[in-house]
């Protein structure tokens, strides 16, 4: 079974903290060691230096200095931290030692004299910490002073030091253990409600949002980033809801004009002119429904698009020829203004730009009375350019926004009869977005508009390129 997040991270940081622990407690048990056999040692070496200059031997014979302090009773019985003198010759025998040794012998070895080190060995059934001197009598060595002092008290502290160390630190662990699985539960807590807020918010409530509380912390802003989420998925959807109600109202105007009219033709019979008239209203609103249908399979194209490709397009020629086809489709001129004498070459997909030019250029036709002029220019700024100018009805600034809206289409339009469905710069619009194509436009009521194309910097590469060719 999979363990929880919160169960993850408090075993993580228990076994960290496991290790330091483990560390600090031998660190601890280390110095506690080394601190306990220091103070033995300074004493043995006190010891050492009050009773190394007591001794005379000669001739197998010891003689000590004051018979009396020797059989004090500090020497004469094991008493709490009993100290034992012990004193032998060059091979290690025994010419005399503290009545507290009782039949003991203290530890000899003849290596342990050069380096001076004191060392831990047993007196009987007591441990003790041991050193070795020379003795020198005249300046020649005669034998060798063996010191010991009870270890007893520093092992039962030692002893005691470790078996609280190991006793705590299982008891540590699992405090420690518990006590992070309940803070990273904690922790983790905001996280669970954001998890079960999400889970509730399905399209019939993606108005709902998730409790913000106004924290700056990162629960903060996964939770604004969250709402943010659902807003901009609540405007798409209400987006998406908007156009297919738009859409059916579209389609039902000229769907219920086409039934009116054929109602009215079926109710008595007419005359040949009228079936003609009626016929035709039915038709006017049969190429309506027909045309919205093309608008509408286009725009669904250009968003199912996905990745168009690019090809290398001479923008020139490529308009040259597009406006020759649509002044011939709509019986009117169109003029053509390069600014640049070169070819311009950009990278783009043929076919969109094509669609974008042709929704232009119907617009521009369409609202610019026959006497007005309609104009494609191209350039080169920063980068390549087409503008679509026409000296038309021209769209009041409060419209510029909306005019890209599907659906959208200025009472003005509506109200001169022009025919449309309010679909086209809907369509330029995301295809100029899917082929990154920056479009601006620039209208003034009643003097004109300007759709402007701009191309992406890359474009701008092969200008250069054959600039510098010639
Ligand atoms: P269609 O779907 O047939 O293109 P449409 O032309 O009405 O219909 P759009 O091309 O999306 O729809 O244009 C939206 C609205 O913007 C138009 O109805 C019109 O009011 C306004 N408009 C667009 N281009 C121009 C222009 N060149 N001059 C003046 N008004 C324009
Ligand atoms: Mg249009």
């Known amino acids: 079974m999979k363990s929880s997040y919160k169960e993850r991270i408090a075993r993580r940081l228990t076994w960290v903290t496991a290790f330091i622990f483990f560390l600090v407690f031998l660190l601890i048990y280390f110095v506690a060691n080394v601190t306990v056999l220091q103070n033995i040692d300074r004493e043995l070496q006190l010891e050492i230096e009050e009773h190394q200059g007591e001794f005379l031997i000669d001739e197998q014979a010891v003689h000590f200095m004051h018979q009396g302090e020797w059989e004090e009773m500090e020497h004469a019985q094991i008493h709490l931290n009993p100290i034992f003198i012990e004193v032998v010759d060059l091979e290690g025998n025994s010419l005399d030692r503290s009545p507290n040794l009782g039949e003991n012998q203290l530890e000899f070895s003849s290596s342990k004299s050069k380096n001076q080190e004191a060392w831990l060995t047993l007196v009987g059934e007591l441990e003790v910490r041991q050193r070795q001197v020379p003795l020198f009598s005249n300046g020649k060595q005669e034998g060798y002073l063996l010191l010991a002092k009870s270890f007893a008290d520093s092992r039962e502290l030692l002893d005691n030091l470790s078996s609280v160390l190991l006793l705590i630190y299982p008891l540590i662990l699992v405090t420690l253990y518990l006590s992070m699985r309940y803070l990273a539960g904690k922790s983790i807590e905001p996280l669970e409600i954001i998890s079960q807020k999400t889970n509730q918010i399905t399209q019939q ?8 509380t106004g924290s700056e912390d990162e629960i903060g802003q996964l939770t604004r980033s969250i709402n ?6 609540e405007q798409a959807l209400q987006r998406e809801k908007q156009f297919t109600s738009d859409a059916s109202h579209e389609l039902r105007t000229p769907l219920a004009v086409l039934r009116g009219t054929l109602e009215v033709l079926i109710r008595k019979p007419r005359s040949a002119e009228e079936y003609e008239t009626k016929v035709k209203t039915a038709l006017v609103s049969i190429d309506r429904m027909s045309a919205m249908i093309d608008q509408l399979l286009a725009l669904a194209r250009v968003e199912n698009g996905g990745n168009l490709v690019k090809e290398e397009v001479e923008l020139i020629t490529f308009l040259e020829e597009l406006i ?34 042709l929704n232009l250029l119907e617009n ?31 769209i009041a600034s409060e419209h510029l926004e909306q005019i890209f809206d599907p659906f959208y289409r200025v009472q003005e339009a509506l109200d001169l009869g022009i025919p449309g469905t309010g679909l086209g710069l809907a369509i330029v619009k995301k295809i100029a977005q899917e082929s990154s194509l920056k479009l601006t436009v620039n209208s003034e009521k009643g003097k004109g508009s300007t759709f402007r194309l701009e191309f992406e910097e890359t474009s701008l590469g092969k200008i250069k390129k054959e600039l510098s060719q010639f």
């Open 205 to 212: 409530n993606l108005n709902e949002r998730i409790p913000d």
């Open 228 to 233: 943010n989420l659902l807003g901009r998925l």
């Open 324 to 357: 020759e086809t649509v002044s011939m489709e709509k019986g009117r001129k169109i003029n053509f203004l390069s600014l640049v004498s070169l070819p311009i070459y950009v990278r783009t997909n043929e076919k969109s730009l094509e669609m974008i030019l």
């Open 364 to 394: 521009a036709c369409k609202y610019t009375a026959m006497s007005g002029e309609v104009l494609l220019r191209v350039g080169k700024g920063t980068t390549a350019f087409i503008e679509v100018v026409d000296t038309g009805t021209g």
